[in-house]
Structure formats: C-alpha cells, structure tokens
C-alpha cells in the first residue's frame, strides 16, 4: 500500500535552516506529483510547495517563496524541502502529499507528518 | 489567490442526523472546456492527517461511505453527511484546484455530536 514517511522535523532558530524528507514507498513514486502541507498547532491546512512528477515545475506558496525549495529524487522515492530563513510562523507539522492517481494537485494519500518548531 | 470560506466554523448535529457544510470560492473553480469543478473536500479526525473524501466536487473517493456526498458548481458548493456516525467527529476542509500556482484550502469546519 501506499506509505509516504516524513523526517527531519525539529526545533530550530528563527533565521536558521532545515531540510525535511519524505520517502515514498508502494506506488511509482516518478509518476506522480507531491506536495508540501502544512498545519500550525490549532490552525487550518496550508498547501506550501508542490512539484511535477519529473521535477521539472515547481510552485509555492507566496508565504515560502524564495526561502523553501522543493525537490525531489526519483531514484530514491524521496521528496525533499530545504526550508531557509526559517521564522516562528514557520512552525508546523509539515505533511508530504501525494497527487490523486488521475486528479492533480488533489492529494490523495498523506504521510503522518514531521513537527517543525522555530524557536529561540 | 482564490479564498475559500467555509460555514459554519463549528456544526454540532445528532447521531443519524444530517449535517451540511458550505464552501464559497472568490472566483469560480468551474473550468468550462471540460466543465469540471476544481473542488475537492477532506476529512481531518483529531490527530490525524487529512482524508480525501471528495474531488470534482461531487465525486466520491474509494473506500469514501455513501453517507457523504458533494454537491454545488461555480462558486458554492456543499458537504453533506446524510446521517451522522460517531467516527464522522472530525474538521472538514474544502480545497480548491483550479489554481495549481497557489493551492488553497478552507479555514476549515469542526463537526461534533450533539
């Protein structure tokens, strides 16, 4: 079955970076897009990043652009998002989704998330 | 960007009942040259990450119970659950997908037993 597993979430400075992982697992993970969500403590869903199957077109959030990068390696069935200049509304779980098998940008299978925390 | 706003912010319904959720889109999600709505609708249980339950507004995802159904076109659209079920205890997010430069979702709306 389809599993997607986040990690390197943590507790970091504001204006410091951290790069997140998501590795893919029971599907062609070159496929299909993935995407980036995140959710701060008690608040709503926000779409972050996403990025094409091939990796050839990426987007973000006005929130993130310019400071977060989404990339990705097919051979490895990962996804990745570098996060820089990190600031305190930054803090989140940050979920990685996966594009519905025939609906993009409709996220059909989520991981369990990784909690990001920015903080002096 | 497209807003999407949801109401109400909190629902709470009896077992068995119905329970509705509106979501209201700045801009229409319908794209005419295939006349498909770009709206979609997930299920958050407390501690979890969210469930897709419904795309092209009204199409149910596998595995998805009959009881929820979508509905609505252009730029108002509704999440029904015809009779409430104990495990439907959970927050509600509308998303649209129409805009694939900058994908939003609704402020979400919490549904619990009354």
């Known amino acids: 079955q389809v599993q997607l597993v986040e990690s390197g979430g943590g507790v970091v400075q504001p204006g410091r970076s951290l790069r997140l992982s998501c590795v893919a697992s029971?599907?062609?993970?070159?496929?299909?897009?993935m995407h980036w969500v995140r959710q701060a403590p008690g608040k709503g869903l926000e779409w972050a990043a996403g990025?094409?199957?091939?990796?050839?077109?990426?987007n973000y959030a006005d929130s993130v652009k310019g400071r977060f990068t989404i990339s990705r390696d097919n051979s490895k069935n990962t996804l990745y998002l570098q996060m820089n200049s990190l600031r305190p509304e930054d803090t989140a779980v940050y979920y990685c989704a996966r594009d519905h098998v025939s609906v993009g940008y409709c996220f059909q299978h989520w991981g369990q998330g990784t909690l990001v925390t920015v903080s002096s | 960007d497209i807003v999407m706003t949801q109401s109400p912010d909190s629902l709470s319904v009896s077992l068995g009942e119905r329970a509705t959720i509106s979501c209201k889109s700045s801009?229409?999600?319908?794209?005419?040259?295939?006349?498909?709505?770009?709206l979609a609708w997930y299920q958050q249980r407390p501690g979890q990450p969210p469930k897709l339950l419904i795309y092209w507004a009204s199409t149910r995802e596998s595995g998805v119970p009959d009881r929820f159904s979508g509905s609505g076109s252009g730029t108002d659209f509704t999440l029904t659950i015809s009779s409430l079920q104990a495990e439907d205890v959970a927050v509600y997010y509308c998303?649209?997908?129409?805009?694939?430069?900058?994908?939003?979702f609704g402020q979400g709306t919490r549904l619990e037993i009354k």
């Open positions: 801009q229409s999600v319908l794209y005419r040259s295939n006349n498909k709505n770009y």
């Open positions: 990025i094409e199957r091939d990796g050839t077109n990426e």
């Open positions: 029971g599907f062609t993970f070159s496929s299909f897009g």
């Open positions: 998303q649209q997908y129409i805009n694939t430069l900058s994908i939003t």
